[in-house]
Protein backbone atom coordinates (compact mmCIF):
# COMPACT_ATOMS: atom_id res chain seq x y z
CA UNK A 1 0.00 0.00 0.00
CA UNK A 2 1.83 3.26 -0.93
CA UNK A 3 0.53 6.75 0.82
CA UNK A 4 -1.34 9.34 -1.08
CA UNK A 5 0.94 12.09 -0.87
CA UNK A 6 -1.64 15.61 -0.98
CA UNK A 7 -2.39 18.54 0.42
CA UNK A 8 -4.80 20.29 2.38
CA UNK A 9 -6.03 23.05 1.21
CA UNK A 10 -6.93 25.15 4.54
CA UNK A 11 -7.09 28.78 4.07
CA UNK A 12 -4.21 30.36 1.99
CA UNK A 13 -2.04 27.69 3.20
CA UNK A 14 -1.76 24.56 1.90
CA UNK A 15 -0.23 21.01 4.53
CA UNK A 16 1.27 18.90 3.05
CA UNK A 17 0.05 15.45 3.78
CA UNK A 18 0.53 11.48 3.77
CA UNK A 19 -2.81 9.08 3.80
CA UNK A 20 -2.83 5.41 3.81
CA UNK A 21 -6.47 4.04 4.24
CA UNK A 22 -6.05 -0.13 4.24
CA UNK A 23 -8.71 -1.70 2.71
CA UNK A 24 -11.31 -2.98 4.91
CA UNK A 25 -10.21 0.01 7.57
CA UNK A 26 -11.99 0.50 10.97
CA UNK A 27 -11.08 4.35 11.09
CA UNK A 28 -8.12 7.15 10.39
CA UNK A 29 -6.19 8.56 12.89
CA UNK A 30 -4.69 12.14 12.23
CA UNK A 31 -1.31 12.67 13.55
CA UNK A 32 -0.88 15.90 15.45
CA UNK A 33 2.95 16.65 15.25
CA UNK A 34 4.07 19.16 17.83
CA UNK A 35 7.28 21.58 18.65
CA UNK A 36 7.70 22.33 15.32
CA UNK A 37 8.00 18.38 13.72
CA UNK A 38 6.64 17.37 10.78
CA UNK A 39 4.75 14.62 8.82
CA UNK A 40 8.48 12.99 8.28
CA UNK A 41 8.77 12.67 12.21
CA UNK A 42 10.88 9.12 11.92
CA UNK A 43 9.11 8.48 15.67
CA UNK A 44 5.34 9.11 14.65
CA UNK A 45 5.88 7.30 11.22
CA UNK A 46 6.82 3.98 12.95
CA UNK A 47 3.81 4.64 15.25
CA UNK A 48 1.82 5.39 12.18
CA UNK A 49 3.14 1.73 10.80
CA UNK A 50 1.89 -0.19 13.47
CA UNK A 51 -1.38 1.19 13.88
CA UNK A 52 -2.04 1.09 10.12
CA UNK A 53 -1.16 -2.75 10.62
CA UNK A 54 -4.10 -2.98 12.91
CA UNK A 55 -5.97 -1.96 10.00
CA UNK A 56 -6.96 2.04 10.62
CA UNK A 57 -5.74 4.47 8.24
CA UNK A 58 -3.63 6.71 9.20
CA UNK A 59 -3.02 10.72 8.12
CA UNK A 60 0.39 12.26 8.55
CA UNK A 61 0.39 16.28 7.76
CA UNK A 62 1.87 19.36 8.55
CA UNK A 63 0.00 21.21 10.96
CA UNK A 64 1.87 24.51 10.09
CA UNK A 65 3.87 25.75 6.63
CA UNK A 66 7.80 25.91 6.25
CA UNK A 67 6.90 29.75 6.92
CA UNK A 68 4.94 29.32 9.92
CA UNK A 69 6.82 27.11 11.25
CA UNK A 70 9.93 29.44 11.51
CA UNK A 71 8.01 31.45 13.79
CA UNK A 72 8.19 29.63 17.12
CA UNK A 73 5.06 31.10 18.89
CA UNK A 74 2.67 29.61 16.14
CA UNK A 75 4.04 26.05 17.65
CA UNK A 76 2.98 27.13 20.73
CA UNK A 77 -0.39 28.69 19.97
CA UNK A 78 -2.71 26.11 20.94
CA UNK A 79 -6.06 27.50 19.38
CA UNK A 80 -4.83 28.08 16.08
CA UNK A 81 -2.64 24.39 16.05
CA UNK A 82 -6.66 23.05 16.69
CA UNK A 83 -8.18 25.24 14.95
CA UNK A 84 -5.65 23.41 11.65
CA UNK A 85 -6.80 19.86 13.04
CA UNK A 86 -10.24 20.82 12.91
CA UNK A 87 -9.77 21.80 9.18
CA UNK A 88 -8.22 18.81 8.24
CA UNK A 89 -10.68 16.27 10.02
CA UNK A 90 -13.52 18.29 7.83
CA UNK A 91 -10.77 17.78 4.77
CA UNK A 92 -10.75 13.94 5.85
CA UNK A 93 -14.27 13.54 5.69
CA UNK A 94 -14.58 14.43 2.03
CA UNK A 95 -11.97 11.69 1.42
CA UNK A 96 -13.59 8.53 -0.28
CA UNK A 97 -11.14 6.35 1.29
CA UNK A 98 -11.92 7.83 4.70
CA UNK A 99 -15.62 8.65 4.33
CA UNK A 100 -17.65 7.06 7.25
CA UNK A 101 -14.92 5.82 9.27
CA UNK A 102 -14.34 6.53 13.16
CA UNK A 103 -11.59 9.29 13.43
CA UNK A 104 -9.20 9.67 16.47
CA UNK A 105 -5.83 11.89 16.99
CA UNK A 106 -2.40 10.93 17.70
CA UNK A 107 -0.66 13.86 19.14
CA UNK A 108 2.83 14.29 20.72
CA UNK A 109 4.04 17.60 22.24
CA UNK A 110 1.73 20.67 21.79
CA UNK A 111 0.56 18.61 19.22
CA UNK A 112 -1.39 16.73 21.95
CA UNK A 113 -2.82 19.75 23.60
CA UNK A 114 -4.36 21.04 20.05
CA UNK A 115 -6.01 17.42 19.82
CA UNK A 116 -7.52 17.80 22.81
CA UNK A 117 -8.71 21.52 22.39
CA UNK A 118 -9.83 19.96 18.47
CA UNK A 119 -11.74 17.04 20.03
CA UNK A 120 -13.37 19.35 23.21
CA UNK A 121 -15.22 20.52 20.04
CA UNK A 122 -16.54 17.71 18.02
CA UNK A 123 -18.26 14.99 20.27
CA UNK A 124 -17.52 12.60 17.03
CA UNK A 125 -13.78 12.24 18.04
CA UNK A 126 -13.58 8.60 18.70
CA UNK A 127 -10.12 8.52 20.02
CA UNK A 128 -7.09 10.40 21.72
CA UNK A 129 -3.79 8.97 22.22
CA UNK A 130 -0.60 11.71 23.74
CA UNK A 131 2.80 10.45 23.21
CA UNK A 132 5.15 12.41 25.76
CA UNK A 133 2.40 15.31 25.24
CA UNK A 134 1.90 18.62 26.73
CA UNK A 135 -2.10 18.26 27.89
CA UNK A 136 -1.79 20.81 30.14
CA UNK A 137 -1.75 23.36 27.67
CA UNK A 138 -5.10 22.35 26.85
CA UNK A 139 -6.34 24.40 29.83
CA UNK A 140 -10.07 24.88 30.11
CA UNK A 141 -10.66 22.33 27.14
CA UNK A 142 -10.06 19.26 29.42
CA UNK A 143 -13.17 18.51 30.86
CA UNK A 144 -15.26 19.13 27.95
CA UNK A 145 -13.51 15.97 26.12
CA UNK A 146 -15.36 12.84 25.42
CA UNK A 147 -12.90 11.02 23.78
CA UNK A 148 -11.38 8.13 25.31
CA UNK A 149 -8.29 9.42 26.00
CA UNK A 150 -4.70 7.64 26.94
CA UNK A 151 -1.98 9.63 28.15
CA UNK A 152 1.45 7.87 27.52
CA UNK A 153 4.73 9.55 28.96
CA UNK A 154 8.53 8.60 29.37
CA UNK A 155 9.04 7.16 33.26
CA UNK A 156 12.65 9.10 33.06
CA UNK A 157 10.72 12.31 31.76
CA UNK A 158 9.80 13.37 35.48
CA UNK A 159 8.68 17.19 34.67
CA UNK A 160 6.12 15.94 31.91
CA UNK A 161 4.79 13.20 33.75
CA UNK A 162 3.79 15.51 36.46
CA UNK A 163 2.04 17.77 34.04
CA UNK A 164 0.27 14.58 32.48
CA UNK A 165 -0.96 13.87 35.94
CA UNK A 166 -2.03 17.35 36.26
CA UNK A 167 -4.02 16.90 33.33
CA UNK A 168 -5.24 12.86 33.58
CA UNK A 169 -7.32 14.54 36.91
CA UNK A 170 -8.96 17.07 34.75
CA UNK A 171 -10.04 14.75 32.25
CA UNK A 172 -13.74 13.74 32.53
CA UNK A 173 -13.91 11.42 30.00
CA UNK A 174 -12.49 7.45 29.42
CA UNK A 175 -9.01 7.88 30.33
CA UNK A 176 -6.07 6.23 30.84
CA UNK A 177 -2.15 7.32 32.02
CA UNK A 178 1.02 5.06 31.04
CA UNK A 179 4.15 5.36 32.12
CA UNK A 180 6.71 3.80 30.04
CA UNK A 181 9.64 2.83 32.33
CA UNK A 182 13.01 3.98 31.24
CA UNK A 183 11.95 6.27 28.79
CA UNK A 184 12.42 9.86 27.95
CA UNK A 185 10.74 12.87 26.26
CA UNK A 186 11.73 10.99 22.58
CA UNK A 187 11.14 7.58 23.79
CA UNK A 188 14.61 6.47 22.20
CA UNK A 189 15.90 4.09 24.14
CA UNK A 190 15.50 0.17 22.78
CA UNK A 191 11.82 -1.11 23.33
CA UNK A 192 10.33 2.39 24.34
CA UNK A 193 9.02 3.46 21.16
CA UNK A 194 7.50 0.00 20.31
CA UNK A 195 5.81 -0.07 23.47
CA UNK A 196 4.06 3.51 22.34
CA UNK A 197 2.84 2.22 19.01
CA UNK A 198 1.25 -1.22 21.04
CA UNK A 199 -0.54 0.51 23.16
CA UNK A 200 -1.65 3.59 21.10
CA UNK A 201 -2.92 0.39 18.64
CA UNK A 202 -4.60 -0.96 21.03
CA UNK A 203 -6.50 2.02 22.24
CA UNK A 204 -7.51 2.78 18.75
CA UNK A 205 -8.59 -0.94 18.06
CA UNK A 206 -10.65 -0.80 21.10
CA UNK A 207 -12.52 2.73 20.89
CA UNK A 208 -11.93 3.82 17.12
CA UNK A 209 -15.20 1.16 15.87
CA UNK A 210 -17.51 3.06 18.62
CA UNK A 211 -18.37 6.10 16.47
CA UNK A 212 -20.93 8.16 17.82
CA UNK A 213 -23.20 6.86 15.14
CA UNK A 214 -22.56 3.63 16.60
CA UNK A 215 -23.50 4.75 20.19
CA UNK A 216 -26.79 5.92 18.73
CA UNK A 217 -27.93 2.40 17.73
Known amino acids: MKPSISSIPIGRAKLEALLEVPDGAKGVVLFAHGSGSSRLSPRNAYVARVVREAGIGTLLFDLLTEDEAS ?33 GYFGASTGAAAALVAAAGDETIGAIVSRGGRPDLAGAALPRVKAPTLLIVGGEDTEIIELNEEAYERLTCTKELKIVPGATHLFEEPG ?26
Not at 71 to 99: K, Y
Not at 192 to 213: N, P
Open 71 to 103: DRSNVFDIEFLAARLQAATDWIRHIGSAQGLGI
Open 192 to 217: TLEEVARLARDWFKLHLRSSVTERRR
